[in-house]
């Protein structure tokens, strides 16, 4: 649905911009597959899939995703001949290369030579700052979780979008718009993705992910796109579920914790909590929070004495209000100024400059709530200590 709400305000400026673009159907149906298709890859658990299985054998669910809509959905996309609001010219045929394409994020070192540059600029539909999928979940999740019932003016970001020959871009009168989508994005992170109870369930999982893993998938899902796709999130939780009732000790023991997590019995309580913001320039990689277990080490050596030893985990959850210009995926939005010649990259924008480039979540769990005072006061101290370096915090 947004993806035909974008085409249709967008594709006329997009073919003032580019040489060659294909009819508006054949675009609209394009970009449509791609928006349907563009998590195809995912596996349970979503993005800690990837983490936690998938990067083991360096790919992403992107990647998996493009080779699904090549290998497997191939034949079906080229048969595809309309959509809902129109047909495809009768020489005209979509491709899945490039449905595949534009649902990957840029890389470093990617050949992009030979590809149109119409296609280019549907890119940043799905790998820009504002994309069909992000303003999708942002409308739908904030609605669903009561966080806001209309989270953002969609209707006023599309109307001041367009094409131009420089890529999707954005007249300065919608500016205050896009800055108020991307501050109800990262909003959303810190309320509901990153959410404590959320996250200790992910500290759990990491401790039985992997022994799950090699009893249910023991390999590469590109090798067995087959048994990949009968691996869903209601088949991994019937399969886990079993487990405690198995005749294996080793299952039974798994099955066991499995079934804690099942039930939201989760090992860890949240002690304590910082955010970090780092605006354009500034980077987590030269702040100690950029290596939990130096942090972790530093706060145990902080805790009085007795209480080094407690149980504890540290966890970091980072998100991303836009790409950094200089990364693959930056680059791909500009604003347009009727006092400047030529639209200018957006994140040259004074409005846009004032917004962090990026937030990190750093918490301290522990196994109870009885050490939260100790622990919020060694981790000060430790801030402390960051404090006084010359850091980009």
């Known amino acids: ?18 040489d060659n673009v294909p009819s508006r159907p054949c675009v609209e149906s394009l970009v449509r597959l791609a928006a349907l298709l563009h998590d195809v890859g995912h596996g349970p658990f979503g993005h800690f899939f990837d983490d936690h299985f998938l990067d083991d054998f360096g790919i992403t669910h992107e990647d998996l995703g493009a080779q699904i809509i090549e290998e497997e959905l191939g034949e079906m996309i080229r048969r595809v ?19 595949a394409w534009l649902i990957r994020r840029p890389r470093i070192g990617e050949q992009i030579e030979g590809t149109p540059d119409w296609l280019c600029k549907l890119r940043s539909l799905f790998s820009g700052i504002y994309t069909v999928d992000n303003m999708d979940f942002v409308l739908r999740d904030a609605y669903m979780t009561g966080y806001n019932i209309r989270a953002f003016d969609l209707s006023r970001l599309l109307h001041y979008s367009f094409f131009t020959p420089q890529g999707l871009t954005i007249h300065s009168r919608g500016l205050a718009t896009l800055v108020n989508f991307i501050e109800t994005r990262a909003n959303l992170f810190r309320t509901v993705y990153f959410h404590r109870t959320v996250r200790a369930l992910d500290l759990s999982l990491e401790q039985v992910f992997p022994e799950t893993m090699q009893r249910l998938f023991p390999g590469n899902p590109s090798e067995d796109l087959e048994a990949y796709r009968r691996l869903t999130e209601s088949s991994f939780l019937v399969d886990v579920g079993r487990w405690s009732l198995s005749e294996d000790e080793e299952t039974r023991e798994l099955g066991t914790r499995w079934a804690r997590i099942l039930n939201r019995d989760v090992d860890w309580k949240l002690a304590c909590e910082r955010i970090l913001h780092f605006r354009e320039g500034e980077s987590e990689r030269v702040t100690i929070f ?10 145990r050596r902080a805790l009085p004495d007795g209480l080094g030893e407690i149980p504890m985990r540290v966890d970091v959850a980072r998100h ?10 930056g680059g791909q939005n500009f604003v347009l100024d009727p006092s400047e010649p030529e639209p200018q990259a957006l994140d040259d924008d004074e409005l846009f400059r004032q917004l962090p480039a990026s937030f990190s979540i750093f918490r301290i769990y522990s196994t109870d709530h009885s050490h939260d005072a100790p622990l919020n006061l060694a981790l000060n101290a ?9 850091t980009n915090m």
């Open 1 to 18: 649905h947004l993806a035909s709400r974008a085409i249709d305000s967008w594709y006329d400026s997009l073919v003032e911009s580019c």
């Open 81 to 99: 001949r309309r959509n809902p609001n129109g047909q495809l010219q009768p020489l005209e045929e979509l491709d899945p290369r490039q449905v």
């Open 290 to 299: 950029s290596e939990p277990e130096l942090v972790e080490t530093r706060v």
């Open 320 to 329: 991303y209000h836009r790409p950094s210009g200089p990364l693959p995926a």
């Open 382 to 390: 430790v801030i402390g200590d960051v404090d006084d370096a010359k």
